[in-house]
């Protein structure tokens, strides 16, 4: 499909329900051929929108347009033509083989029997084939885990064979290497056969990398721009900033802030710097901060191993380890301070 | 791609093996039927005298003809529309206890017979109504399928208003409740012949039905049943939840529509009928989907039929005990023979868990 074709647009969009309304004048364009990531704070109405976008909920103000179409005037077989989901509903049928629920997805295109032609049956098992669900097709969905559910249901998106594809948080559940295996599999998607994917999701990080767009949701609104950008202008440290969490511009990962008063120099390089460094932080030591430090850790890398050298004042402690980096860091004494009054 | 195919192309194998074999059962216990009772007729004599040739024994054959000819093929439809009811019903609300009663449309058909028969005196009891032939059928088949349908209909204006099937559901029961109370008020003020007329349709009977009735039972289950197949893709859509079947296409307003007019039909003409008979709307279709181990509408559909079919036949043919003049009332046996049978096959096939996570 053409990059620049837009599958889907909205104007002046309002969501929510008639006593809460949870954004509105949301203005977006989803183009043919980008994988999408919308993130937002639990309740910020990120499934909402989702639902919105599929026509399962009535906008409160504003129009959803597919492909130039207003959604409300689509017929629900057609608009089943442009649009497929993955919703968090968890399916509780489990008498059905994977390969009948692969197959429901070609219901907008089958008769009342729902009887599959022969071109029908190729695209279920291209579905299932692309998503790597071979294994399972004669199993019981009942029989399946989350992880070997949540593939079937997207073989399911696919069978329905629509240029946009809404997955709703696919990804939750899921250990890390089926998380990735679901990502993967979205991006292939997208750059193979040129459909639009758009996924909610909480994991910052795999949206950082795996994203041509952005969606950011908060109370103000929702902004859109590539990840890069958006973490360059700072908007998704405005939007995700909470108390005590801070973005790192150089990881692309929110940490905890440090929460107590206490610096500490680090010298070192590679990623023997970087865990030492998580390492104090946890401790709770602001690492290269505007602060006087209490003391200065240099990592040395002598043959092969690694050793720390604490500095306090005149003394030098030789550390083997991180553990006993830590034991030794945390017996140095705090300076005097002024007493806060609690 | 063409290996991939052929486990589906296996599975239609099986299931028409068990087809067969349902239908050769529900024939051979229909003839069964037909031997059995107060006077015992040798199977071979039931068959000469189907197929149109006189009997050994003159007496035999008004016996075979009027009598239990009509009771047999009201048990066989008054099994299969029961069963395709409950199994809509549990599809649709996504609950194993889900039937033909919940919903109050076996309320509503008490409501409605009740009205019939509680209120206009000596005319229009039970017996009167039967002695009218065609048009008594039908005084009865739409007071039963008309009380059903009110309380149907009043169901599915709410099912507008409410998206949410379990709290439909929990609405539905409360409605039959109100029904129940009602028709128990009006039963209250009513004449001791006339309640002991409702009372006796409460029992349920098979045997109530003459060859004239049928003719009006007949056509209104047969449309039933071909509506409920007709609405067995948006059956199997809705088994993935709403949202799933609205994303796929689903006209699910349309189907809801459907699948409970559908209902009403089948449970509301029956109860009218044959009264309330419990137990065969909500153990069928577990029993069928044990059987089978499938939850795809276009095969448990036609096998639902057949099972309930059976199910009734044998229910029958226990409740005029073998030897005996007696009939014990259909409403008891269905429970008292089904219910061990429906635990035992629960327990031991484990796929009622399957069919409802």
Redesign the interface.
Known sequence: MDKQTTILTTHKLAIGYHHRRLAQDINLRLQGGELVCLLGANGVGKSTLM?TL?G?HPPLAGEVRIEGTPLHQL???????K???V?T?????????A???VA??R??Y?G???KLSVQD??VV?WA?DITGV?PL??R?L?HLSDGERQKVMIARALA?DTPLILLDEPTVHLDLPNRMGIVRLLRRLVKETGKTVLMSTHALDLALQIADQLWLMHHRGLQAGVPEDLVLSGTIEQVFQKEGLQFDLSTGAFRLQAFGDKSIALYGLGPAFVWTQRALEREGFAINSKKPPLATVEIQDTEGTTCWLLKTGSSTKHCTSVAELLTYVNTIPLPVQPVKSL | MITQTKPVKTRTRSYTLIVSGLCLAVLAFFVLDLAMGSVRIPWMEVVQILSGKTAGEPAWQPIILKLRLPKAITAVLAGAALSVGGLQMQTLFRNPLAGPSVLGVTAGASLGVAAVMLTTGGMTTLYAVRQLGLAGGWVVILAGSLGAATVLLLILAISFKVSDNVVLLIVGIMLGNVTLSLVSIWQYFSQPEQLKDYLLWTFGSLGGVTLTHLKVLLPVVGTGLVLAFFSSKWLNGLLLGENYARSMGLPINRARTLVILTTSLLAGSVTGFCGPIGFIGIAVPHLTRALLNTADHRILIPCTCLVGALTMLVCDLVAQWPGSSLTLPINAITALIGSPVVIWIIISRNNLRASFG
């Open positions: 639902r599929a399962m017929k629900a077989r057609t608009l089943a033509q649009i497929s989901v919703l509903d968890r399916v509780a049928t489990g008498n059905l083989s390969w009948q629920v429901m997805g219901y907008p089958t009342w029997m729902g049956q190729k098992e299932i071979v097709a004669d019981h009942h329905q």
